[in-house]
């Protein structure tokens, strides 16, 4: 029964994320988004854990759990500073981003250090497993985090109140509400100790207190009415004249806004030395039939001017200047522009502070993978610097055409998600301190295919998708072979996504000149001449001779690691 709530809770959460994509994905902050995707790896680290078989299952079940929660509290207060138009300081989100991190460390690596968790083992109950942990002194961050994050956004809203800010308190006061619930059934979970599935119920509540306020928000139409504001108050003004310039009449308004006006005579050709502005009426009747508009400043108004011919048959043309006063919609416009530009500003940071946080999770997720595999410390680091030497390397030399910065930039990020597949590989094959039996290898030879199915499910709704097809290709194909002899599917010369031949020489180079518990590091001749031999049968002959190129640096690269 139980198991079954966790279930339940997971895919709701993944469906409340699917909604939030299909119906409000460009018309709310990224915050938003990012809080549906935390609580779906939350409520996934739950669904998870009640189907752990072991210990090691359950700590990863419960380093899943935080990967969410260590960030959904964040960014809950950051919808919340959105929805009261504040703007919370980069160095204090920088401050809550770290202690997530900090948090989210001690609890993922329990086997460091008992100052988070002095004791943890898996028992059962009610039929499903359940972590059991005696806390350190460093858990005790955990629950003064969310207190102190709650407690931010509740001085939010007392903020607005005391300066009177234009928002709706009772969508503000509903998330606070939602936040105090997480953490109640947080503390409720923890102090009953009998597995009830408390924290992932409040996620949903979350969830569905969001959205409906995403709808009520979505109703607002601010531009609409403002329009219908500015057409109600707009006053209409003309002025008549004939093709040979003779001014014909006016009403009062036009009279008030241009005084000169007042010195006209009906019938009389307006002279030559008038005003600016009776000299720029005599030059558009001249230029004939063209119709113009421009902007006349006058005092403290700005006043629209449109030039319209009409025929008649007793002054054969008739020359109308509309006058209308602008100044509220010149104004409006540039507030709208100003707005616009601190708009763009804003959103621009967010959506730099957002990828930031979205890498830092990503890598995250991958040092989780690689601390799996004890043949392999460091790969991730070593790798990523590897391919950025290489990358640069061809950028900079033009060897691959077609290599964009954009690009070189995107295969640089990917290459830390490589390996994820090996999360799905069992530890007994992953770590085996020796050579492959043929059913073990065959096993571990669909790790590039899990692999590259997870970083699509990862990178499926991200704003990049240049850089989503890039790390799915560097996850799917880097064990493939320019012979042919590769796998998993047996791609061959350029059919090999550029991507993929790059992480391929980078992945065996590493392996080669890295310490396992299975061999000996190699020297750096050995190592460079078994990649040189391996030109057109391994790798791309034409990027393995560049990479020979990078040798100075990459051994200087490589002095530079401390010793394993």
């Known amino acids: 029964m139980l198991t079954s709530v966790y279930a339940i809770s997971f895919y709701l959460s993944f469906l409340y994320l699917c909604i939030v994509l299909a119906i409000f994905k460009n018309k709310i902050s990224p915050y938003y988004f990012m809080l549906f995707v935390t609580i779906m790896i939350t409520n996934f680290g739950y669904m998870s854990m009640a189907d752990s078989e072991t210990l090691k299952m359950a700590i990863m079940a419960n380093t899943t759990q935080y990967l969410g929660a260590s960030f959904s509290t964040f960014f809950m207060l950051m919808c919340i500073a959105d929805l009261c138009k504040f703007r919370v300081k980069t160095w204090l989100q920088v401050l809550l981003i770290t202690l997530g991190v900090i948090i989210f460390f001690f609890a993922a690596n329990p086997d460091l250090t008992d100052l988070y968790y002095k004791e943890i083992y898996l028992e059962n109950a009610h039929g499903v497993p359940m972590l059991v942990k005696k806390y350190g002194p460093i858990h005790a961050f955990y629950p003064i985090y969310l207190v102190g994050t709650i407690s931010y956004a509740c001085w939010f809203i007392l903020k607005s109140f005391t300066k009177g800010k234009d928002i709706s ?46 709808a009520k928000i979505s109703l607002y139409d601010i531009s609409a009415i403002s329009a219908n504001y500015m057409a109600k108050n707009k006053i209409t003004a003309f002025i008549l004249c004939d093709s040979k310039g003779m001014y014909l009449g006016s009403d009062d308004t036009a009279k008030q806004w241009f005084p000169e006006i007042n010195n006209l005579m009906v019938d009389c050709k ?27 400043k006058r005092n403290e108004r700005i006043i629209e001017v449109t030039h319209s011919v009409l025929n008649q048959k007793v002054y054969k043309n008739l020359h109308c200047f509309y006058l209308r006063d602008d100044t509220k919609q010149q104004e409006y416009t540039k507030l709208v522009e100003s707005y616009n530009e601190k708009l763009e500003k804003d959103v621009n940071a967010k959506t730099k502070n957002l990828r930031r946080i979205q890498n830092d999770i990503i890598i995250s997720m991958a040092s989780i993978v690689e601390n799996r595999d004890s043949n392999t410390g460091g790969h991730i680091v070593r790798t990523s610097d590897v391919v950025r030497v290489f990358v640069n390397h061809l950028l900079e030399k033009k060897v691959v055409e077609g290599l964009t910065p954009e690009m070189a930039k995107c295969i640089i990020k990917a290459a830390p998600l490589h390996d994820f597949g090996k999360i799905g590989v069992p530890d007994v094959v992953l770590n085996k301190p020796g050579k492959f039996t043929d059913e073990e290898y065959e096993i571990m030879k669909k790790h590039p295919v899990k692999g590259a199915e997870i970083v699509e499910r990862i990178l499926n709704n991200a704003d990049d998708p240049v850089f989503k097809n890039i790390a799915v290709n560097v996850a799917h194909y880097h064990h493939e072979k320019w012979d042919s002899k590769g796998y998993p599917s047996g791609m061959k010369d350029r059919e090999i996504p550029i991507e993929a031949r790059v992480m391929a020489l980078a992945d065996v180079f590493d392996a080669l000149v890295s310490k396992r518990v299975y061999k000996e590091k190699l020297d750096y001749n050995t190592a460079f001449a078994i990649i040189e031999q391996s030109a057109g049968t391994h790798f791309d002959p034409v990027l393995t001779k560049a990479f020979l190129e990078c040798r100075p640096k990459l051994e200087a690269l490589y002095d530079s690691y401390p010793d394993e």
């Open 169 to 214: 308190y009772i969508n503000s006061i509903m998330l606070v509400i939602s936040m105090t619930a997480v953490f109640i059934a947080y503390g409720l979970e923890k102090l009953s100790g009998l597995g009830i599935p408390l924290v992932p119920i409040a996620y949903d509540f979350v969830e569905t207190i969001v959205v409906i306020l995403l």
């Open 270 to 296: 307006i002279k030559d030395d008038s005003t600016p502005f009776l000299k720029q009426i005599i030059r558009w009747i001249y230029e004939g039939d063209k119709e113009t508009t421009v902007f006349v």
